[in-house]
Each structure stands twice: as structure tokens, then as C-alpha cells.
């Protein structure tokens, strides 16, 4: 008995319960030009075949579980790059600490260098 399956413009399409079962029904037609493909509507787990090549281009779409190990792969690479970005930002800020510290050092010595030629020029024109 076949069933049918009311797909989204109101047509009714045969649809098989396995990929098998619409695979061996395509190779006993004898047509090469049909494609077998599983069904985008409602439950989604039956097959239908079609004379339109399917738009993955013979490939399945991954599965979810394909997928969700992809996106934890991706989050983990995500961690690891803001992990290193945090490092790089605290090693930055220790960075300019240092050089801040050195231009104060910098600065007070200049300011030392200069009372003390302010004194040697004061004694000089008092002498």
C-alpha cells in the first residue's frame, strides 16, 4: 500500500518509510534521473523521489550531533582565543605600568638635574 504525502503547494507525493525502500523503488523504475530525497515537511521521516536534483548537491545535510560537536569545537577555540587575549591585555597593562613608573623616574631626575644646575648657576653669580 503506498502513502501519500500532502506536501506545501496541496499536491499529494508517494513517500516511502526508508531511504532503501525509495532507492530500490528509483532502480526499479529504470529512470537514472530520479533522485531520492527525505521529505522537508511535517515529521520528516519519510523519503519521496523527484526527477530535480536535490539542492545539497548529493550530499546530506550534517546531523545535529555533527553539528553540536562543530559548535562546541568552535566555543572551545572561542575560550582558548579570549583566555590568550585576556593574558595579552594584563601583560599590556604591566607593560605600561613599567613605562609609566620609568617616565616618572625620568621626570625626577630631570627635575633633580635642573635644581642642581639652579644652584651651581645661583652660586656662581653670587660668587
Given at each position: ?32 534521473s530520479l533522485h531520492v530525497y527525505l521529505c522537508p515537511f511535517g515529521d520528516r ?27 562546541e569545537a568552535i566555543g572551545r577555540n572561542i575560550r582558548a582565543q579570549q583566555r590568550r ?43
Amino acid at each position: 500500500m503506498q502513502q501519500l504525502c500532502g506536501i506545501e503547494n496541496g499536491k499529494h507525493k508517494v513517500s516511502y518509510r526508508s531511504r532503501a525502500a525509495a532507492e530500490k523503488k528509483r532502480r526499479q523504475s529504470g529512470q537514472e534521473s530520479l533522485h531520492v530525497y527525505l521529505c522537508p515537511f511535517g515529521d520528516r521521516n519519510h523519503w519521496h523521489l523527484s526527477h530535480e536534483a536535490p539542492l545539497w548537491k548529493g550530499e546530506q545535510p550534517p546531523s545535529a550531533k555533527t553539528l553540536r560537536r562543530h559548535i562546541e569545537a568552535i566555543g572551545r577555540n572561542i575560550r582558548a582565543q579570549q583566555r590568550r587575549l585576556e593574558q595579552a591585555e594584563k601583560q599590556r597593562e604591566a607593560e605600561q605600568e613599567k613605562a609609566r613608573r620609568k617616565a616618572e623616574q625620568v621626570q625626577s631626575d630631570y627635575n633633580e638635574t635642573v635644581r642642581a644646575v639652579e644652584a651651581m648657576v645661583g652660586r656662581l653669580v653670587r660668587a
